[in-house]
């Protein structure tokens, strides 16, 4: 029996032949971490899902509510964009059903507070119009003011029955992933500028990619929504309106197919749509997952050890969710904070100090420098979500030991980045390459040869240095000085020798 095919030996924290490493799991605060593992195993999944889509979950809910500062001139909104790759069958519904019913509880807890908020406040606008008209009828009033406070009672008591027969809508913590860019839009507009997508398939990123207008769809709101800015839409009109502070999070597990083809989308690669995204390709356990535990109709069941956790999810969800919302205060300065300890201050500067200089063109990240530069942000959200899973508040400072456990993270999101081009297969534009170089004689070539040659002088240089940075991510292949009898000598892609 050939053991080492692609997967073979995978458990859910121990990743399968060709696949890049599992998630660091003791990185994450005690509960986060048992629950996780608790799923893994289980839902026979990798650890790595749980993971990721736990933290991509906390940032969705903090996203409207909470930012995080690294120091007087840096801010970062606390948002994740997530894609953990695996295919439909690998048992990624299970997990992310039992983790929605956390979400749905919080908004169940808002959608009632509102409903209270909503009463409170038509009760004090009824007291306010009879207020006003005992007045307006006393002997005591001025006659000039009478018929003024009876007219003012009459707009309050019209904006009263407005308000309770049209209530403004409760906040919504969930939206599935069959959503175009417009309608998502429209919902963000009603929903305080919360774009929660959770998509446990690659439904969304279909869309976004003009599954519905046969084109490459609308990415503005996408990457403005990542930085939580404001957004206006091409046209507005009723439905379509500008978003104050738009505040998309996108946890997603699309099939790993949906990940090359991202990857091969020129718009998507030319706006940067990929690089806000952490990646994960951890294969999955399918063919491994012999003898799971099951339990006969009959028979006893076991005690179900889970529920604590899920209690544990549903109030920690709750907790966050009952920040105010940023959109609604007047100056940005006001919106809770978490601030670094000077110890985790000073571990993020030399972290982001580290990937500039990876990103040097001698260095590992270069051929994937757009995304690489933004990993320090990422790696600050990632620490936000873990210090709101540990339970603490914007009133508590992050800790040096929570920025070194993002910072852990952030290595294993860099390692799945640069690996996932082995697992997800080339995009066209790096296979034509690989294939180009591949009949040559000496099996190398350089970029203006590849331009040229392959893409018939159509290939814009970001373009190839994304399909460059592909090849070279599967470890198969490297870049390296060519010979030169005049002037600098041209960069080569060629295949690393076996």
């Known amino acids: 029996m050939n053991d080492t095919h692609l997967g073979a030996g995978a458990t859910p924290f121990e990743a399968g032949h060709g696949y890049a490493r599992r998630f660091p799991i003791n990185t994450l605060p005690q509960r986060m971490r048992e629950y996780a593992c608790d799923l893994a195993v289980r839902k026979q999944v990798p650890?790595?899902?749980?993971?990721?889509?736990?933290?991509?979950?906390?940032?969705?809910?903090?996203?409207?509510?909470?930012?995080?500062?690294?120091?007087r001139d840096w801010k970062q909104p606390t948002n994740l964009y997530v894609a953990c790759a695996l295919d439909s069958s690998a048992g990624k519904s299970p997990v992310y059903d039992e983790l929605l019913r956390g979400l749905q509880a919080a908004e169940y807890y808002l959608i009632e507070k509102h409903q209270d908020d909503v009463a409170a406040k038509v009760a004090r606008m009824r007291q306010e119009v009879e207020d006003k008209r005992t007045v307006a009828n006393s002997p005591a009033t001025p006659l000039d003011q009478r018929e003024i406070l009876r007219e003012r009672a009459k707009t309050t008591e019209a904006a009263m029955d407005e308000m309770a027969k049209n209530p403004p809508p409760a906040p919504e913590l969930v939206y599935d992933g069959d959503l175009t860019p417009e309608a998502l839009g429209q919902a963000m507009a009603h929903n305080g500028g919360a774009g929660p997508v959770i998509d446990d398939e690659g439904t969304f990123l279909r869309n976004l990619a003009g599954q519905y207008s046969g084109q490459t769809g609308n990415l503005g709101l996408v990457l403005i929504g990542y930085d939580c800015r404001y957004y206006k839409p091409r046209r507005v009109s009723r439905q379509n309106m500008p978003i104050k502070r738009a505040a998309l999070s996108l946890v997603l597990s699309p099939q790993p197919s949906i990940i090359a083809a991202m990857k091969s989308n020129n718009t998507m690669n030319d706006l940067g749509f990929i690089n806000?995204?952490?990646?994960?390709?951890?294969?999955?356990?399918?063919?491994?997952?012999?003898?799971?535990?099951?339990?006969?109709?009959?028979?006893?069941?076991?005690?179900?050890?889970?529920?604590?956790?899920?209690?544990?999810?549903?109030?920690?969800?709750?907790?966050?969710?009952?920040?105010?919302?940023?959109?609604?205060?007047?100056?940005?300065?006001?919106?809770?904070?978490?601030?670094?300890?000077?110890?985790?201050?000073?571990?993020?500067?030399?972290?982001?100090?580290?990937?500039?200089?990876?990103?040097?063109?001698?260095?590992?990240?270069?051929?994937?420098?757009?995304?690489?530069?933004?990993?320090?942000?990422?790696?600050?959200?990632?620490?936000?979500?873990?210090?709101?899973?540990?339970?603490?508040?914007?009133?508590?400072?992050?800790?040096?030991?929570?920025?070194?456990?993002?910072?852990?993270?952030?290595?294993?999101?860099?390692?799945?980045?640069?690996?996932?081009?082995?697992?997800?297969?080339?995009?066209?534009?790096?296979?034509?390459?690989?294939?180009?170089?591949d009949n040559k004689p000496l099996r190398f070539a350089n970029r203006s040869e590849l331009v040229a040659n392959v893409f018939h002088g159509h290939a814009r240089q970001s373009q190839l240095t994304a399909w460059l940075a592909e090849l070279t991510g599967t470890g198969k292949w490297e870049l390296a000085k060519g010979e030169s009898d005049k002037g600098r000598p041209p960069v080569i892609i060629r295949r690393v020798a076996a």
């Open 47 to 71: 650890v790595d899902l749980p993971a990721l889509v736990m933290l991509g979950m906390i940032g969705s809910v903090a996203a409207p509510r909470i930012i995080i500062r690294r120091d």
């Open 276 to 437: 806000r995204f952490i990646v994960a390709v951890p294969g999955d356990l399918i063919g491994e997952r012999v003898g799971r535990p099951a339990t006969f109709v009959d028979d006893e069941p076991e005690a179900d050890t889970s529920g604590a956790y899920r209690k544990w999810w549903s109030a920690l969800l709750r907790s966050i969710a009952e920040y105010g919302s940023i959109a609604d205060l007047d100056d940005d300065e006001e919106a809770p904070t978490i601030d670094l300890t000077r110890g985790a201050f000073k571990l993020h500067r030399e972290y982001a100090d580290e990937l500039e200089r990876r990103a040097r063109h001698d260095g590992d990240l270069y051929q994937v420098r757009s995304w690489a530069m933004k990993e320090a942000g990422r790696t600050l959200r990632v620490a936000a979500a873990l210090h709101l899973g540990a339970g603490q508040t914007t009133d508590d400072r992050l800790s040096e030991k929570v920025m070194d456990d993002a910072i852990c993270i952030s290595r294993y999101c860099i390692t799945h980045f640069l690996h996932a081009g082995n697992v997800v297969g080339l995009s066209e534009g790096a296979d034509r390459i690989a294939e180009y170089v």
